[in-house]
Protein backbone atom coordinates (compact mmCIF):
# COMPACT_ATOMS: atom_id res chain seq x y z
CA UNK A 1 0.00 0.00 0.00
CA UNK A 2 1.33 3.44 -0.97
CA UNK A 3 1.26 6.01 2.32
CA UNK A 4 3.28 8.55 0.49
CA UNK A 5 1.78 11.76 0.68
CA UNK A 6 0.08 12.93 -2.32
CA UNK A 7 1.38 15.85 -4.88
CA UNK A 8 -0.97 19.29 -4.60
CA UNK A 9 -3.18 19.78 -7.44
CA UNK A 10 -1.33 21.58 -10.06
CA UNK A 11 -2.67 25.11 -10.54
CA UNK A 12 -3.18 26.11 -14.09
CA UNK A 13 -1.36 29.31 -14.97
CA UNK A 14 -4.22 30.46 -17.35
CA UNK A 15 -6.82 30.40 -14.56
CA UNK A 16 -4.56 32.24 -12.20
CA UNK A 17 -3.93 35.31 -14.56
CA UNK A 18 -7.85 35.15 -15.56
CA UNK A 19 -8.92 34.63 -12.16
CA UNK A 20 -6.57 38.25 -10.90
CA UNK A 21 -7.61 39.93 -13.96
CA UNK A 22 -11.21 39.81 -13.24
CA UNK A 23 -10.93 41.81 -10.33
CA UNK A 24 -9.78 45.16 -12.57
CA UNK A 25 -13.09 45.07 -14.02
CA UNK A 26 -15.72 47.32 -12.35
CA UNK A 27 -19.83 47.02 -12.38
CA UNK A 28 -20.98 48.83 -15.73
CA UNK A 29 -17.73 48.66 -17.76
CA UNK A 30 -17.32 47.72 -21.40
CA UNK A 31 -14.84 44.79 -21.81
CA UNK A 32 -12.78 43.70 -24.72
CA UNK A 33 -11.35 40.16 -24.53
CA UNK A 34 -8.65 39.19 -27.10
CA UNK A 35 -8.27 35.96 -28.41
CA UNK A 36 -7.35 33.03 -26.28
CA UNK A 37 -6.38 33.52 -22.00
CA UNK A 38 -8.67 36.79 -21.52
CA UNK A 39 -11.85 34.82 -22.80
CA UNK A 40 -11.35 33.03 -19.58
CA UNK A 41 -11.95 35.87 -17.37
CA UNK A 42 -16.04 36.33 -17.38
CA UNK A 43 -15.54 32.84 -15.25
CA UNK A 44 -14.32 34.86 -12.37
CA UNK A 45 -16.51 37.78 -12.54
CA UNK A 46 -18.49 38.07 -9.52
CA UNK A 47 -21.73 38.58 -11.38
CA UNK A 48 -20.68 37.77 -15.54
CA UNK A 49 -23.70 40.07 -16.21
CA UNK A 50 -22.02 43.14 -13.89
CA UNK A 51 -19.96 43.77 -17.16
CA UNK A 52 -20.42 44.18 -21.05
CA UNK A 53 -18.31 42.03 -23.17
CA UNK A 54 -17.84 43.39 -26.72
CA UNK A 55 -16.36 41.63 -29.54
CA UNK A 56 -15.24 43.52 -32.39
CA UNK A 57 -17.03 41.00 -34.77
CA UNK A 58 -20.23 42.77 -33.78
CA UNK A 59 -21.45 41.56 -30.40
CA UNK A 60 -22.23 44.17 -27.09
CA UNK A 61 -22.97 41.94 -24.52
CA UNK A 62 -21.07 38.73 -25.19
CA UNK A 63 -21.77 35.76 -22.54
CA UNK A 64 -20.39 32.26 -21.84
CA UNK A 65 -19.33 29.75 -24.40
CA UNK A 66 -22.35 28.22 -26.22
CA UNK A 67 -22.56 24.63 -24.67
CA UNK A 68 -22.70 22.21 -27.26
CA UNK A 69 -26.71 21.81 -28.10
CA UNK A 70 -26.99 25.17 -28.26
CA UNK A 71 -24.58 25.68 -30.80
CA UNK A 72 -25.36 28.24 -33.88
CA UNK A 73 -22.83 28.72 -36.40
CA UNK A 74 -24.04 32.37 -37.07
CA UNK A 75 -22.96 33.30 -33.55
CA UNK A 76 -19.48 33.50 -33.30
CA UNK A 77 -17.28 35.74 -30.98
CA UNK A 78 -13.89 37.68 -32.80
CA UNK A 79 -11.86 34.59 -32.11
CA UNK A 80 -13.98 31.71 -33.79
CA UNK A 81 -15.58 30.54 -30.63
CA UNK A 82 -19.13 29.49 -30.50
CA UNK A 83 -20.73 32.06 -27.90
CA UNK A 84 -24.52 33.68 -26.51
CA UNK A 85 -25.28 37.00 -25.91
CA UNK A 86 -26.55 38.17 -22.41
CA UNK A 87 -30.22 39.67 -21.94
CA UNK A 88 -29.84 43.23 -23.07
CA UNK A 89 -26.98 42.69 -25.80
CA UNK A 90 -26.83 43.60 -29.36
CA UNK A 91 -25.67 42.21 -32.83
CA UNK A 92 -24.37 45.51 -34.59
CA UNK A 93 -22.32 45.83 -38.12
CA UNK A 94 -18.65 46.04 -37.90
CA UNK A 95 -18.80 50.41 -38.80
CA UNK A 96 -20.59 49.75 -35.36
CA UNK A 97 -18.37 48.03 -33.58
CA UNK A 98 -14.96 49.43 -34.72
CA UNK A 99 -16.46 53.15 -34.53
CA UNK A 100 -17.24 51.83 -29.76
CA UNK A 101 -13.33 51.12 -30.51
CA UNK A 102 -12.27 54.25 -32.07
CA UNK A 103 -14.48 56.78 -30.15
CA UNK A 104 -12.75 55.15 -26.93
CA UNK A 105 -15.65 53.54 -25.18
CA UNK A 106 -14.75 50.74 -24.52
CA UNK A 107 -13.23 50.88 -20.88
CA UNK A 108 -11.05 47.65 -20.94
CA UNK A 109 -9.18 45.72 -23.37
CA UNK A 110 -7.41 42.37 -22.33
CA UNK A 111 -4.86 41.01 -24.20
CA UNK A 112 -2.36 38.64 -24.66
CA UNK A 113 1.40 39.15 -26.01
CA UNK A 114 4.46 38.38 -27.11
CA UNK A 115 6.34 41.24 -25.59
CA UNK A 116 5.61 43.94 -23.47
CA UNK A 117 8.58 46.71 -22.34
CA UNK A 118 8.82 48.31 -19.08
CA UNK A 119 7.39 51.56 -21.11
CA UNK A 120 3.74 49.61 -22.54
CA UNK A 121 5.07 49.50 -26.04
CA UNK A 122 2.99 46.03 -27.11
CA UNK A 123 4.12 43.19 -29.67
CA UNK A 124 1.89 40.54 -30.00
CA UNK A 125 0.70 39.88 -34.03
CA UNK A 126 4.00 38.35 -35.40
CA UNK A 127 6.95 36.86 -34.97
CA UNK A 128 9.26 37.13 -38.03
CA UNK A 129 9.20 34.60 -40.26
CA UNK A 130 5.85 33.42 -39.19
CA UNK A 131 2.39 33.14 -41.40
CA UNK A 132 0.35 36.03 -40.24
CA UNK A 133 -3.11 36.60 -42.02
CA UNK A 134 -2.40 40.56 -40.66
CA UNK A 135 -2.48 42.51 -37.40
CA UNK A 136 -6.43 42.61 -37.08
CA UNK A 137 -8.51 44.13 -34.80
CA UNK A 138 -5.88 44.73 -31.64
CA UNK A 139 -4.15 47.81 -33.03
CA UNK A 140 -6.95 49.84 -32.53
CA UNK A 141 -7.70 48.27 -29.19
CA UNK A 142 -4.56 48.79 -28.03
CA UNK A 143 -4.81 52.15 -29.39
CA UNK A 144 -8.35 53.27 -28.35
CA UNK A 145 -9.18 51.80 -25.52
CA UNK A 146 -9.02 53.58 -22.01
CA UNK A 147 -7.04 51.11 -20.58
CA UNK A 148 -4.97 48.47 -21.79
CA UNK A 149 -4.33 45.52 -19.48
CA UNK A 150 -1.86 42.57 -21.21
CA UNK A 151 -1.78 39.11 -19.45
CA UNK A 152 0.09 36.36 -20.42
CA UNK A 153 2.35 34.12 -18.99
CA UNK A 154 5.75 35.27 -17.95
CA UNK A 155 8.20 33.42 -20.00
CA UNK A 156 7.61 32.13 -23.30
CA UNK A 157 7.40 28.24 -24.33
CA UNK A 158 11.25 28.39 -24.47
CA UNK A 159 11.98 29.49 -21.24
CA UNK A 160 12.60 33.18 -22.11
CA UNK A 161 11.50 36.63 -20.42
CA UNK A 162 8.33 38.00 -22.48
CA UNK A 163 8.58 41.85 -20.25
CA UNK A 164 11.55 43.46 -22.02
CA UNK A 165 13.47 46.68 -21.17
CA UNK A 166 12.77 46.91 -25.11
CA UNK A 167 10.89 44.78 -27.69
CA UNK A 168 12.19 42.87 -29.90
CA UNK A 169 9.61 41.57 -31.90
CA UNK A 170 7.44 44.28 -34.57
CA UNK A 171 5.46 46.72 -32.24
CA UNK A 172 1.37 46.48 -31.98
CA UNK A 173 1.13 49.66 -30.28
CA UNK A 174 3.71 52.12 -28.60
CA UNK A 175 3.29 52.99 -24.52
CA UNK A 176 -0.21 51.94 -24.22
CA UNK A 177 -0.18 49.55 -21.86
CA UNK A 178 -0.76 50.30 -18.51
CA UNK A 179 -0.98 46.68 -16.44
CA UNK A 180 0.77 43.52 -16.76
CA UNK A 181 -0.90 40.43 -15.07
CA UNK A 182 0.95 37.36 -15.44
CA UNK A 183 0.85 34.14 -13.21
CA UNK A 184 3.63 34.97 -10.81
CA UNK A 185 2.79 38.86 -10.75
CA UNK A 186 1.31 41.92 -11.82
CA UNK A 187 3.01 44.77 -12.84
CA UNK A 188 2.18 48.70 -13.77
CA UNK A 189 4.21 50.16 -16.56
CA UNK A 190 4.17 53.05 -18.10
CA UNK A 191 6.68 56.40 -18.72
CA UNK A 192 8.29 56.06 -15.02
CA UNK A 193 9.40 51.98 -16.43
CA UNK A 194 8.22 49.11 -14.58
CA UNK A 195 6.66 48.82 -11.09
CA UNK A 196 5.85 45.38 -9.55
CA UNK A 197 2.41 45.79 -7.88
CA UNK A 198 1.63 42.86 -6.49
CA UNK A 199 3.64 39.18 -5.77
CA UNK A 200 0.94 36.39 -7.26
CA UNK A 201 2.34 32.39 -5.88
CA UNK A 202 4.96 31.59 -4.71
CA UNK A 203 8.10 33.28 -5.96
CA UNK A 204 9.87 35.90 -4.40
CA UNK A 205 10.68 39.77 -5.64
CA UNK A 206 14.37 38.04 -6.73
CA UNK A 207 12.95 34.73 -8.57
CA UNK A 208 10.76 37.37 -10.03
CA UNK A 209 13.34 39.47 -11.32
CA UNK A 210 15.39 36.43 -13.01
CA UNK A 211 12.75 35.57 -15.40
CA UNK A 212 11.93 39.48 -16.16
CA UNK A 213 14.47 41.08 -18.55
CA UNK A 214 13.11 44.70 -17.79
CA UNK A 215 14.19 46.04 -14.35
CA UNK A 216 11.44 46.98 -12.22
CA UNK A 217 11.01 48.91 -8.93
CA UNK A 218 8.99 47.44 -6.38
CA UNK A 219 5.62 49.06 -4.71
CA UNK A 220 5.24 48.90 -0.53
CA UNK A 221 3.10 45.64 0.37
CA UNK A 222 4.61 44.01 -2.70
CA UNK A 223 8.00 43.04 -1.09
Known amino acids: MNTSPSSPPRVDPRRVIAQRAAREVARG ?17 DDPASAWVHSENGIVGAGALARPQDLDSQLIDAGGGYVSVMPGGAIVDSA ?13 TFLGALQVSAHGDLANWLVPGSLMAGIGGGAELAQKARRVIVTMPHVDKHGRPKIMTRCTLPLTARGRVATIITEHAVFACGEGGLRLV ?24 AA
Do not use: H, K, W
Not at 31 to 38: A, D, E, K, Q, V
Not at 96 to 108: A, C, E, K, N
Open 29 to 45: QVINLGIGLPTLIPAYL
Open 96 to 108: TSFGMIRRGLIDI
Open 198 to 221: ERLGALSVAQIREITEAEFSVAEG
